[in-house]
């Protein structure tokens, strides 16, 4: 009772700063500076207040944003200030990188080897998820090319090192000259595959090399899968273990969220100015708008082309998805996920396969939102970006989307990752961060989603879906 008055109350401390705030913004009313500022810091107050009532991250994260706007526009100097603690934040999330996909990637390769007992099925799922995550991909970079969302931000202020140079090979630039400018394009391609090739893993893990990280462990994984049981399950359990361990790891860290994302956010509207907000608003608008997309263009056909009962199944999955908006975690929403499906009447051996390898590899929602959320940030940085270059980025997506954890803001691995691999700035991203939670629940929603509908198409597929116990989804 006592929560809900306190939520009451800074709903109403919201409703009258953004009114003031629309009034001066639009010249309707002369409103002094000093009342803006102290209605803002009354709200702070009251957000902090109602944060320390819930005692729950998502809010905490979601309050230090708005703080952090606060510091960024009326301490200004202050919020600059603040800076080195967004970039640790950056650096912590960093060195899960090459743990996390060395052991999911062999785990999920390794760890269902027996290609005898799972036959059929084991193909006809990555064949459906390779074709769900890269229609995403493509969803996403036409979204964030039609918005532009990240186009005009003013990055003119950003100190010098913060935007990366991209390094050039000395050796590739000497025999490029030799080489008339109609092979330029083949040289660079076969340049690109050579280099995702890793020398030595443990230079990669340090360069935060992920291509070279995910090639070596789907390498390793596919010789540990031909390995006799009797050795190769020491490390597959070594594997499911660091895994674990690292999900844990990210959860840590993730304690360390609110202060990364306030710091982020003041730093960011500090130094920047508050326009920033419009753009990173838009990203939003943009993610929500492609993930609609995706589920009219892609998710809603599939389903009519099995026949699904639609409304049934909207049924059966609500409260999983409901789990996953609520605490933008895949996981949490597992157990529910399964069972719905297993009512629903999809065979227990389906399930329990499709879904936990979808969790790795048919994440449509991260996917959707990794191929947006790169080209925003090369956007934001006033990069070009040739279609090509795009292209490039979006494979490379292909496959490190693979990888990616079904934990909260795991996909700003990935990013940061993928960011550093083609030079474009990971300053922006510490902005994305600030908004992020908002993007998560989305995102996560949909993996879900997608993740659901896969076990009926694989069930449909191999002619083992039960509708006559569909009747007990209701229940």
Same mark, same amino acid.
């Given at each position: 009772m006592?929560?809900?008055?306190?939520?009451?109350?800074?709903?109403?401390?919201?409703?009258?700063?953004?009114?003031?705030?629309?009034?001066?913004?639009?010249?309707?009313?002369?409103?002094?500076?000093?009342?803006?500022?102290?209605?803002?810091?009354?709200?702070? #107050?009251?957000?902090?207040?109602?944060?320390?009532?819930?005692?729950?991250?998502?809010t905490?994260?979601?309050?230090?944003?708005?703080? *952090?706007?606060?510091? *960024?526009?009326?301490?200004?100097?202050?919020?600059?200030?603040?800076?080195?603690?967004?970039?640790?934040?950056?650096?912590?999330?960093?060195?899960?990188?090459?743990?996390?996909?060395?052991?999911?990637?062999?785990?999920?390769i390794?760890?269902?080897?027996?290609?005898?007992?799972?036959?059929?099925?084991?193909?006809?799922?990555?064949?459906?998820?390779?074709?769900?995550t890269?229609?995403?991909?493509?969803?996403?970079?036409?979204?964030?090319?039609?918005?532009?969302?990240?186009?005009g931000?003013?990055?003119?202020?950003?100190?010098?090192?913060?935007?990366?140079?991209?390094?050039?090979?000395?050796?590739?630039?000497?025999?490029?000259?030799?080489?008339?400018?109609?092979?330029?394009?083949l040289y660079?391609?076969?340049?690109? &595959?050579?280099?995702?090739?890793?020398?030595?893993?443990?230079k990669?893990? %340090?360069?935060?090399?992920?291509?070279?990280?995910?090639?070596?462990?789907?390498i390793? *994984?596919?010789?540990?899968?031909?390995?006799?049981?009797?050795?190769?399950k020491?490390?597959?359990?070594?594997c499911?273990?660091?895994?674990?361990?690292?999900?844990?790891?990210?959860?840590? !860290?993730?304690?360390?969220?609110?202060? =990364?994302?306030?710091?982020?956010?003041?730093y960011?509207?500090?130094?920047?100015g508050?326009?920033?907000?419009?753009?990173?608003?838009?990203?939003?608008?943009?993610?929500?708008?492609?993930?609609?997309?995706?589920?009219l263009?892609?998710?809603?056909?599939? /389903?009519?082309?099995?026949?699904?009962? !639609?409304?049934?199944f909207?049924?059966?999955?609500?409260?999983?998805v409901?789990?996953?908006?609520?605490?933008?975690?895949?996981?949490? /929403?597992?157990p529910?996920?399964?069972?719905?499906?297993?009512?629903?009447?999809?065979?227990?051996?389906?399930?329990?396969?499709?879904?936990p390898? =979808? %969790?790795s590899?048919?994440?449509d929602?991260?996917?959707?939102?990794?191929?947006?959320?790169?080209? &925003?940030?090369?956007?934001?940085? =006033?990069?070009?970006?040739?279609?090509?270059?795009?292209?490039?980025?979006?494979?490379?997506?292909?496959?490190?989307s693979?990888?990616?954890?079904?934990?909260?803001?795991?996909?700003?691995?990935?990013?940061?990752?993928?960011?550093?691999?083609? =030079?474009?700035?990971?300053?922006?991203?510490?902005?994305? #961060?600030?908004i992020?939670?908002?993007?998560?629940? *989305?995102?996560?929603?949909?993996?879900?989603i997608?993740?659901?509908?896969?076990?009926?198409?694989?069930a449909?597929w191999?002619?083992? %879906?039960?509708?006559?116990s569909?009747?007990?989804?209701?229940?």
């Amino acid at each position: 009772m006592k929560q809900s008055r306190v939520g009451l109350i800074t709903l109403m401390f919201i409703t009258v700063a953004v009114f003031l705030g629309v009034l001066k913004d639009f010249n309707i009313l002369a409103i002094p500076d000093n009342i803006m500022m102290a209605t803002r810091w009354v709200l702070a #107050l009251e957000l902090v207040i109602y944060a320390l009532m819930k005692k729950n991250l998502t809010t905490w994260i979601l309050v230090c944003m708005v703080l *952090g706007v606060f510091i *960024g526009i009326d301490y200004p100097h202050v919020a600059v200030a603040l800076q080195p603690l967004s970039k640790g934040f950056i650096k912590l999330v960093k060195t899960i990188v090459g743990p996390i996909l060395f052991a999911t990637l062999v785990y999920g390769i390794a760890g269902h080897s027996d290609l005898k007992q799972v036959g059929r099925m084991a193909w006809k799922s990555m064949a459906y998820f390779y074709f769900a995550t890269t229609i995403a991909l493509f969803i996403g970079l036409a979204a964030i090319n039609l918005s532009q969302a990240g186009t005009g931000v003013n990055i003119e202020n950003m100190p010098h090192n913060e935007l990366p140079k991209p390094v050039k090979d000395l050796a590739d630039e000497s025999i490029l000259q030799t080489l008339p400018d109609n092979v330029h394009w083949l040289y660079k391609t076969l340049a690109f &595959f050579r280099n995702i090739f890793p020398e030595n893993i443990a230079k990669s893990i %340090y360069d935060a090399q992920i291509l070279q990280i995910v090639i070596f462990s789907i390498i390793f *994984g596919i010789g540990l899968a031909m390995v006799d049981e009797k050795k190769r399950k020491p490390m597959v359990d070594f594997c499911e273990s660091l895994s674990e361990t690292m999900f844990k790891f990210t959860n840590v !860290i993730m304690y360390f969220a609110p202060i =990364g994302v306030g710091a982020a956010m003041a730093y960011t509207v500090g130094h920047m100015g508050v326009d920033i907000l419009k753009h990173l608003f838009m990203l939003v608008a943009t993610l929500y708008a492609a993930l609609f997309a995706f589920i009219l263009l892609v998710l809603l056909p599939v /389903a009519l082309y099995i026949k699904l009962p !639609i409304k049934k199944f909207i049924n059966a999955i609500k409260e999983p998805v409901s789990i996953a908006f609520a605490t933008t975690s895949s996981d949490a /929403a597992l157990p529910k996920a399964m069972s719905a499906m297993e009512k629903f009447g999809v065979p227990r051996k389906i399930v329990s396969f499709v879904i936990p390898t =979808g %969790y790795s590899f048919n994440l449509d929602g991260t996917t959707l939102y990794l191929s947006l959320a790169s080209i &925003f940030v090369a956007q934001a940085a =006033g990069m070009h970006l040739s279609f090509g270059e795009q292209l490039m980025i979006v494979f490379t997506l292909m496959i490190t989307s693979k990888g990616v954890a079904a934990i909260p803001r795991a996909s700003l691995i990935i990013l940061i990752a993928t960011a550093d691999q083609f =030079g474009l700035p990971t300053f922006i991203i510490a902005a994305i #961060l600030g908004i992020d939670e908002l993007m998560d629940m *989305g995102r996560t929603s949909l993996n879900v989603i997608g993740n659901c509908l896969a076990t009926v198409v694989i069930a449909k597929w191999e002619g083992e %879906y039960n509708p006559d116990s569909v009747e007990t989804a209701e229940a």
